[in-house]
């Protein structure tokens, strides 16, 4: 008798100001390397997940999406709970679902994403604060949300974003497609919405630190689209710091079904004196 493997897809959320990062590493310490220790002692099995993006070292992940294949029989509920049983209270697994083939076609976790869509809350005052640590990016330099916004605007649309590509990155090309950029201030905060069909390594950050150049007006909003057609890492600005980095949403078509939900950013809307 034949064991049919089914293809769990879990939703993910985690603080990642604890972990390394989440692809697994030697030595332990990212969230794939925990959620996968949990599943294992939940299942007395090993078992290997598939995420529809990685984060780096101090991003959170409002929403990630994972998947992984087992012959095993749980209800949704049980994925849930009983994986969460084994995870620290920076990892939670917030939804469990069996997707079927679809015309012929697995569901996987990152090549089944139409769009990825990232937050960034930044707190724009001239001390930091101790209570936003880890939680919100910080310029003490007063911003300008027309200049910033209208700098993005030179990058919505399909480019090669290779000037700000880390030299780490391994994706097979740097043309992406930007879909959005929307930057909203209330009082002392602000939160930077980015949404592409995919990212490069370090591209949101590497963004957001030229941004804030020219938001302090070291730079005008044209110097972007110079930035941009330069393809030239060297010309932006340096990597912004991860703190405030919120990997916000994963879409797909509605046809496979996920129960996604819409998650509010816990910093937003809320200005910090």
Known sequence: MT?????????????????????????????????EAALKAFTLQEI????A??????????????HFDTTLSRDMNSWVRGV????????????????????????????????????????????????????????FRPLDLARMQEAANHLIGQHDF????????QANSPIKTMQEIRIEQNGNMFLFTLQANAFLHHMVRNILGS????GVGNQTPEWLKTVLDGRDRALAAPTFMPDGLYLAKIDY?????????????????FDYV
Request: proline share 7%; net charge positive; glycine share 10%.
């Open 3 to 35: 064991i049919e493997s089914k293809r769990i897809v879990l939703g993910v959320q985690y603080d990642g100001a604890l972990w390394r990062g989440w692809q697994t590493q030697p030595g332990g310490g990212t969230v794939q390397d925990t959620l």
């Open 48 to 51: 290997g997940v598939m995420c």
């Open 53 to 66: 993006g990685r984060t780096d070292a101090g991003v959170h992940g409002l929403e990630q999406v994972v």
């Open 84 to 139: 969460n049983a084994f995870l620290p209270p920076s990892i939670a697994v917030r939804w469990a679902v069996q997707v079927p083939a679809l015309d012929g076609l697995e569901f996987h976790a990152r090549f089944s994403a139409t769009a990825r869509k990232y937050q960034y809350v930044l707190y724009n005052h001239p001390v930091r604060s101790p209570m936003l640590a880890a939680r919100a990016g910080w310029v």
């Open 162 to 169: 290779s000037a700000f590509r880390s030299s780490q990155c």
């Open 211 to 214: 941004l804030i150049v020219v």
């Open 253 to 269: 078509d509605p046809k496979w079904g996920l129960p996604q939900e819409e998650f509010i950013n816990p910093l937003w809307p």
